[in-house]
């Protein structure tokens, strides 16, 4: 198999003493789609943080292309991060630029290109998304599923290799999200991006993916194919598909707590 | 011991603050190149211009009242003690001197303390819960460069230029107190005054405002680029923020106030 474009290896994080992510390894290949799944707060956030650079880990590299972005130079992570676009969950567009300008914000800064140049780049990166009539608009005036596309076409302006989404369906309806989802596949097919997205939609996630990872309390219980996953018998993972949930109160701790609260605890013994 | 390591604690954690600001500041000087119009990157002088306006246009107001406000009172207090001393003309050395070494350059850094210190803070910590400033670095873009260097650049220009205003209006109102009380004309006072100050009491006052620039611009940003979390660590940055710079400005003043004391004793 060929050399994985990004790879994580015993990836430790600790904050404040608490572990959030344990040791993780995963492999992820040119030009696949990659699911990140896990609940909330198992750590998937945390993990793609670091495989985006944003972070040091207590433990452990991430390599994407090879380099290891925590021990190289100023230049190699440079280089990396023009070849990675990130679409943020919050979509985080600048507010005080329009949507075209935030479009073509990192292909002003990195690139020399002429201005008409970079006009019709950001109008392509725009239609792309299907924004192509909002460009004049202001990141306000955006309803939540076109902020996420405008976060897109800007993480897709400078053509890069590898797409980081978090969350992308997060806080739509299943008519945008779905639309998202077409999106993502569109840009698999049509620029070999190797994407990798992180989620909590199950639908979403069969959807679109080559390959799943699930994260739980820190470590990844499963990797692999979506067949291999829907098959695997882990506890979590069968409560995950079947959408199970955990029992909401830990009844003994909580009924002593109740009655401490109450003053009841004199009155029982 | 639980004293000593409270004390150890707060030190270690004061030095640290003022590492992160001395890179910071570092940072800032190093891409500050790249803000400047014709040899920097294209478009960045134009948000140095921005925030020029509106730390130094939109701020001139505020500061010419404030200053014409603080030199009569310094008129009208130096004014009624002098006075039971027959020495009134006085007045014109205290509003020339005090205005020009110590109040010109103070009051112009507690007002822009005020009203742009914590809007630094506040922009850039929205940027910080918004995820924009995350948004820059993933796209190879330093927000240093990109953010803070143009403020800096503008708080250089803008500051001293105020605080030459501050104290044109000071001392315009020492004028005023004169002519109301002695009908000194306003050139028989501006002749008087500029007898008494020296170039070094001006040169002084700006080199302060310069240091007073530096430090509301490197502390109103690190206050907005350390906020996690959401609207109410926003706005507790912008407290802290002006806080902590106000403070470190008198810091600063007491300081460098006590350098030109020790320098020019003669």
Same mark, same amino acid.
């Given at each position: ?5 990004? !790879? ?10 608490? +572990?959030?992510? #344990? !040791? /993780? =390894? ?35 590299? /991430?390599?994407?292309?090879?380099? #290891? ?26 507010? =005080?630029? !329009? ?34 009539? =909002? ?18 076409? +800007? ?13 992308? !369906? ?48 820190? =470590? ?25 949930? #955990? ?23 | ?266």
């Amino acid at each position: 198999m060929a050399e994985p474009i990004i !790879s994580v290896e015993g990836l430790t994080v600790e904050y404040e003493g608490k +572990r959030v992510l #344990d !040791s /993780v =390894s995963l492999e992820i290949q040119r030009g696949e789609v990659m699911v990140l799944l896990g609940g909330s707060g198992s750590g998937k956030t945390t993990m793609l943080r670091h495989i985006i650079g944003l972070e040091r880990p207590t433990a452990g590299t /991430v390599r994407v292309r090879g380099v #290891d972005i925590n021990g190289c130079s100023a230049e190699e992570l440079k280089a990396i991060r023009c070849a990675m676009g990130v679409a943020f969950q919050e979509a985080a567009l600048f507010n =005080s630029l !329009s949507v075209e300008d935030n479009i073509n914000f990192p292909i002003r800064e990195l690139t020399t290109l002429a201005d008409p140049v970079i006009e019709i780049m950001t109008y392509m990166k725009l239609a792309a998304v299907g924004l192509a009539e =909002s460009g004049n608009l202001m990141p306000q005036e955006l309803s939540g599923g076109m902020k996420k596309r405008a976060a897109v076409a +800007r993480a897709t302006a400078l053509d890069p290799e590898i797409l980081v989404f978090d969350e992308p !369906s997060a806080g739509l309806d299943p008519i945008v999200a779905a639309g998202l989802d077409e999106l993502i596949l569109f840009l698999k097919k049509a620029f070999q991006m190797t994407i990798l997205v992180v989620t909590h939609e199950l639908a979403s996630a069969f959807r679109i993916a080559d390959r799943l990872a699930m994260l739980y309390r820190g =470590s990844l219980i499963a990797v692999g194919t979506k067949d291999a996953f829907q098959a695997d018998p882990h506890p979590r993972i069968r409560q995950f598909l079947d959408r199970q949930p #955990d029992p909401i109160t830990q009844s003994a701790a909580v009924q002593t707590r109740i009655r401490e609260l109450a003053g009841l605890t004199g009155a029982k013994t | 011991m639980n004293m000593l390591e409270a004390i150890g604690d707060g030190v270690i954690q004061g030095l640290s603050y003022l590492g992160g600001l001395v890179m910071q500041f570092w940072s800032e000087l190093r891409a500050s190149p790249r803000v400047l119009p014709v040899v920097g990157k294209r478009g960045r002088w134009k948000t140095a211009m921005r925030q020029m306006v509106a730390i130094g246009v939109d701020g001139l107001p505020l500061i010419a009242i404030m200053s014409v406000c603080a030199g009569f009172i310094l008129a009208m207090q130096s004014g009624s003690e002098l006075r039971r001393f027959g020495a009134l003309q006085y007045v014109m050395d205290v509003v020339g001197i005090g205005f020009t070494r110590e109040i010109g350059p103070l009051l112009t850094a507690l007002i822009v303390c005020g009203r742009s210190g914590s809007a630094f803070s506040a922009e850039i910590g929205t940027m910080m819960v918004t995820s924009e400033i995350d948004a820059m670095k993933t796209m190879a873009i330093d927000p240093i460069e990109l953010v803070l260097t143009p403020k800096y650049v503008a708080a250089m220009i803008t500051i001293p230029c105020l605080t030459i205003m501050s104290n044109t209006f000071g001392i315009l109102a020492g004028a005023v107190f004169m002519y109301i009380t002695t009908k000194i004309s306003l050139s028989m006072y501006l002749r008087y005054v500029f007898n008494s100050i020296e170039l070094h009491d001006v040169l002084t006052g700006l080199l302060k405002s310069l240091i007073f620039a530096t430090i509301i611009v490197n502390v109103g940003c690190m206050e907005g680029l350390r906020v996690r979390g959401g609207a109410d660590a926003v706005g507790r940055s912008a407290t802290s923020g002006v806080v902590r710079s106000t403070y470190l400005v008198i810091l600063a003043d007491a300081f460098f106030t006590a350098i030109f004391y020790l320098v020019h004793k003669d």
